[in-house]
């Protein structure tokens, strides 16, 4: 969808086109969406979280420098510090409820349904499920995904490689 | 994003990868209204960003060429001020109580006695009348003067002692004390105390500058008037008290014991005269005789200064360079002050680091 004021405007002194946050926002949110979804594995959770992140970018906008990186590992940035956040806040929590009860009342919503993959996916570690987002559905390249996470090219590598292999092996399990 | 890479996973796990981009995972349409809500932030003044490199590339130079431009202004003002007080005349202000005169930098040359000229003295040249504090004339003044001069040799230290005495006699006054050493392999020394009529003690002095190069000079000059006056007041009127007294005891009538207590009276105030005008004429003589301490001296100055430029560009340069490394040594004394908060500042950003990404990974390892 064209959103009538996404007005590109341009950098100061380098001529540099500079997208309006809207329709960055447009364009990207399903990629951040998608990133959130494999990063909590919660479906109303990445939501929210959805939502919080370009809350946040909006406020932040004017530090965006389309020379320093793509729009899409800006937010994702944004998405990944916003859902550290989150769990930092619930670890707390967990800490301060009562541990049976907070078993209770949690119901995590299934976040890609039924079937074999969708439960290989339920059992990877949600850093594997994040390189696998990056790499994978977003398409950021190794660098670009090894900057945002804060390790090295070969840590990416080798975390999205083993991640791919055990989501291979848990599938080939479940059908066997 | 390099081909390669994506080509290695894609075709390793071509399947699932393929599995992966069809799962479901649309944005509903709640979150896209809640993020179309949002609308467009305000444009704002977009200032340029300071990274590390423009800081270096502009603000070093800027600050260099600041440092620079801030040390050539102050080369020229500080030269331009001390050509001012070169120029200057040490002339005390005469008749206004105790006045002191400012030593005369190392190494001023003399001129030669017949030489003195009444131009405007600089620290290049001779004593002249008009850079010796002078007497007021008509005033009673304590003027006494040290005057150091350096010589050549101890051959010339005798000719020109001799001179000093010389000219001492000339101008009507006397060597009070006079000591002289030439030790072999000791720099020669005479210092004579000289008293000269206070009326000839500018030309004294310009005579005896002459004798080599001044190495230094100070004078002090009180003013005595003041002293000399109650002393002439309390002369006139002991006086009257000893006329007074004598007219008393002319009187006839006078008991024996008046006449006595009178008498001791009388002699006690003639004493008290002969002392007061005793001191009046003391002093009357410490004003009419200036005292000159002179010395001579064989010894070779220890350091001449060097950054002592004749030119004004000469001193503008000196002074500027002087100024440069001024701002160096603060500018090193700053950073060997800062530099362990820099230090300890960067240590503290990456233990901070380096703890959220280990607390990262465990979240997301265990979440």
């Known amino acids: ?176 | 994003m390099p081909a390669s890479e994506t080509v290695d996973f894609e075709r390793e796990f071509e399947e699932l990868v393929r599995e992966l981009r069809a799962l479901p995972s649309d944005t509903p349409a709640s979150v896209r209204e809640r993020v179309r809500e949002l609308g467009e932030p305000q444009a704002r003044r977009v200032f340029p960003r300071l990274t590390w490199r423009r800081a270096v590339l502009v603000l070093v130079p800027a600050c260099l060429i600041a440092v620079v431009a801030a040390a050539a202004v102050h080369g020229l003002l500080s030269s331009s001020a001390s050509k001012q007080t070169a120029t200057s005349t040490n002339q005390a202000e005469s008749g206004a109580g105790a006045v002191k005169s400012q030593p005369n930098p190392p190494a001023t040359r003399a001129t030669p006695l017949q030489g003195v000229t009444r131009k405007t003295p600089t620290f290049d040249q001779a004593l002249t009348p008009s850079a010796i504090p002078s007497p007021s004339p008509g005033r009673y003044q304590n003027y006494q003067a040290d005057l150091r001069v350096r010589v050549k040799d101890l051959d010339t230290l005798g000719d020109k002692t001799a001179q000093a005495m010389q000219i001492t006699q000339q101008l009507g006054g006397f060597v009070a004390s006079l000591s002289q050493s030439s030790t072999a392999g000791q720099p020669g020394e005479a210092d004579l105390v000289l008293r000269i009529p206070v009326a000839r003690v500018t030309d004294a002095m310009v005579q005896l500058s002459g004798l080599g190069t001044v190495l230094s000079q100070n004078v002090s000059i009180v003013d005595l008037q003041r002293v000399v006056q109650q002393q002439r007041q309390q002369i006139r009127a002991l006086q009257l008290q000893i006329a007074r007294i004598t007219a008393a005891l002319q009187q006839p009538g006078l008991s024996a014991d008046e006449r006595l207590r009178l008498q001791f009276l009388l002699d006690d105030t003639r004493r008290n005269l002969a002392n007061a005008t005793g001191r009046n004429k003391a002093t009357l003589r410490e004003a009419a005789l200036s005292r000159i301490a002179f010395s001579l001296t064989t010894q070779k100055p220890i350091a001449p200064a060097k950054k002592h430029h004749s030119s004004f560009f000469g001193r503008a340069v000196s002074s500027a360079l002087h100024f440069l490394g001024g701002a160096g040594a603060v500018a090193v004394a700053a950073l060997i002050i800062v530099s362990p908060l820099l230090v300890l500042a960067v240590l503290i950003w990456l233990g901070v680091r380096a703890f959220r990404r280990r607390e990262a990974q465990r979240l997301l390892g265990t979440t």
């Open chain 1, 1 to 176: 969808m064209k959103d009538v004021n996404a007005v590109p405007t341009t950098l100061p002194r380098l001529g540099l086109a500079r997208p309006s946050f809207a329709a960055v926002a447009e364009s990207e949110l399903d990629a951040v969406h998608r990133y959130l979804l494999f990063l909590t594995g919660n479906r109303s959770l990445a939501e929210d979280l959805t939502g919080d992140t370009f809350e946040k970018a909006f406020r932040a906008w004017r530090r965006f420098d389309p020379r320093r990186g793509t729009a899409r590992a800006w937010l994702c940035g944004i998405a990944r510090r916003v859902a550290l956040d989150h769990f930092r806040a619930e670890e707390r929590r967990a800490r301060r409820e009562d541990r049976y009860a907070r078993e209770l009342d949690r119901v995590v919503e299934p976040a890609w349904g039924e079937g074999s993959l969708a439960s290989a996916l339920q059992q990877l570690a949600p850093a594997e499920r994040e390189v696998v987002a990056l790499r994978v559905l977003l398409e950021l390249d190794g660098p670009t995904a090894a900057r945002l996470l804060g390790i090295s090219r070969t840590a990416c590598s080798t975390r999205l490689s083993r991640a791919l292999k055990r989501l291979e092996e848990m599938m080939s399990d479940a059908r066997v």
